[in-house]
């Protein structure tokens, strides 16, 4: 899902410098859309200023200002064939977005959309004073209803949201990653403990054996009530420790727990599928209950009531029910083989059954990913034929001199109409307010 934040300030002419600014080379400046599209940075800022100026705004925050940060991962239909960050549509999402948050059509608003370390996110940026006068709002309420709009459109690209990403929880960190490419010995402490906890849960049987197969790997097993905490002194012999929280829930006790009975049942039952898992297990790492999650996601995607849910997931070899209560349960057989028997959906993710049901819902009103997807694309096409179709209206007006027509007195004034308004400093007057 794209990271939305919002930011203000009282210099609206350096932060258009800064969206323009680009070093040779660098990539950074990719495209650039929005009503004020076309023009150079002091020409953005003098039509800012000019609305400001009509409304007598000479104070105050000046500007609006929206991140939208794109993982590469994960760029639904923002992407070429090839895999690649198309930017021109990461243009026309934040120009999408603009519209459907009410900015597009009563701000100058400017879309610059950035590239620079195969990183692309989009800016946009608008007037805080508006066409009628009025300054723009901006509460807590009205930052929920923009990431609102943002996480609608994201998933009308094939977006998914973070409840829907299924994540490799071993996978280092990108911060990390980028430490490592730029060379040096880079050490993590929290994957170092995770590899020990790893390799002592795959071989034990029982919590006992468990806490004695970490303490030969020098790592100390302390239960807090119900829940697991390590403790360790790491590669520069500094101590740490870290709850099951903070590692991952592959590390967390009652997922353990059972993990310990169902390996020594498979070893009971089929001891050549368990030296299989041991050994698949040291090159591939696997945790079940992501597995789940991403065949549930997947299942989504395609249904629009608890049937036709039920029969997706049977498709991916889950059988789901529903108890008494109307909470969903699961039942599958892994990878390696091992049966998990009536697996409750807030298990998987607290919250789980009401996503379950709200995105049936949504489906049902909207329509599936791949209908939502093929909707989104007819309508950006259609506007693209509808903006063509308004440029050539205006061309033949213009080509056959007819003067345009004048605003309703009670609609926002036009362009032309504010640089007519403008006060104008006569000779031997000290000062424009005067005047006005």
């Keep these: 899902m794209p990271v939305l934040k919002i930011t203000h300030g009282n210099r609206s002419a350096k932060m258009t410098d800064y969206?323009?600014?680009?070093?040779?080379?660098?990539?950074?400046?990719?495209?650039?859309?929005?009503?004020?599209?076309?023009?150079?940075?002091?020409?953005?800022?003098?039509?800012?200023?000019?609305?400001?100026?009509?409304?007598?705004?000479?104070?105050?925050?000046?500007?609006?200002h929206v991140a939208l940060s794109f993982e590469r991962s994960?760029?639904?239909?923002?992407?070429?064939?090839?895999?690649?960050?198309?930017?021109?549509?990461?243009?026309?999402?934040?120009?999408?977005?603009?519209?459907?948050?009410?900015?597009?059509?009563g701000y100058d608003y400017l879309v610059v959309v950035h590239g620079e370390k195969e990183h692309p996110h989009a800016h946009v940026i608008w007037n805080a004073t508006g066409f009628d006068g009025r300054k723009y709002h901006d509460d807590k309420?009205?930052?929920?209803y923009l990431r609102d709009v943002n996480d609608r459109l994201a998933r009308n690209h094939g977006i998914q949201r973070e409840l829907d990403r299924?994540?490799?929880?071993?996978?280092?960190?990108?911060?990390?990653?980028?430490?490592?490419?730029?060379?040096?010995?880079?050490?993590?402490?929290?994957?170092?403990l995770q590899d020990r906890i790893r390799e002592a849960g795959s071989r034990a049987f029982s919590e006992?054996?468990?806490?004695?197969?970490?303490?030969?790997?020098?790592?100390?097993?302390?239960?807090?009530?119900e829940k697991y905490s390590y403790a360790l002194k790491d590669a520069r012999g500094k101590h740490r420790v870290a709850r099951e929280g903070r590692l991952g829930e592959g590390y967390h006790r009652e997922h353990l727990v059972e993990k310990f009975a169902q390996q020594k049942e498979q070893l009971r039952v089929d001891p050549a599928g368990y030296r299989l898992r041991l050994k698949?297990?040291?090159?591939?790492?696997?945790?079940?209950?992501?597995?789940?999650?991403?065949?549930?996601?997947?299942?989504l995607?395609?249904?629009?009531?608890?049937?036709?849910?039920?029969?997706?997931?049977?498709?991916?070899?889950v059988k789901a029910t529903l108890d008494n209560n109307g909470r969903y349960r699961f039942e599958f057989q892994d990878r390696h083989g091992l049966v998990h028997a009536?697996?409750?959906?807030?298990?998987?993710?607290?919250?789980?059954?009401?996503?379950?049901?709200?995105?049936?819902?949504?489906?049902?009103?909207?329509g599936t990913a791949s209908e939502r997807v093929t909707s989104a694309s007819m309508t950006r096409a259609a506007g693209r034929e509808a903006r063509g179709l308004v440029a050539s209206l205006m061309r033949e007006m213009e080509s056959s001199g007819h003067e345009p027509r004048g605003r309703a007195a009670d609609g926002p004034p036009t362009r032309e109409e504010m640089r007519d308004e403008r006060p104008r400093r006569r000779d031997g007057q000290e000062s424009m307010d005067e005047q006005w």
């Design 19 to 64: 969206l323009f600014s680009q070093e040779a080379g660098s990539g950074r400046l990719q495209a650039v859309g929005g009503n004020v599209a076309g023009r150079d940075p002091e020409a953005i800022e003098r039509e800012f200023q000019e609305t400001r100026d009509f409304y007598g705004d000479k104070g105050g925050r000046q500007y609006y």
């Design 74 to 105: 994960d760029l639904g239909d923002l992407k070429t064939p090839e895999g690649a960050p198309d930017y021109e549509r990461i243009r026309d999402y934040g120009e999408e977005w603009a519209k459907e948050a009410s900015i597009a059509q």
């Design 141 to 144: 309420h009205n930052l929920d």
């Design 166 to 192: 299924v994540r490799d929880p071993h996978r280092p960190s990108d911060k990390f990653i980028r430490q490592a490419e730029r060379g040096g010995d880079r050490y993590s402490w929290r994957m170092d």
């Design 208 to 225: 006992e054996e468990f806490k004695a197969r970490l303490k030969a790997r020098g790592v100390e097993l302390r239960i807090r009530g």
């Design 280 to 299: 698949n297990e040291q090159s591939e790492r696997y945790i079940w209950q992501r597995d789940l999650r991403g065949r549930i996601t997947e299942a």
């Design 301 to 317: 995607k395609t249904s629009k009531n608890h049937d036709g849910f039920q029969a997706a997931l049977e498709q991916r070899g």
């Design 342 to 366: 009536s697996v409750s959906a807030e298990r998987l993710r607290p919250g789980t059954n009401g996503r379950i049901a709200s995105r049936l819902q949504e489906n049902m009103e909207r």
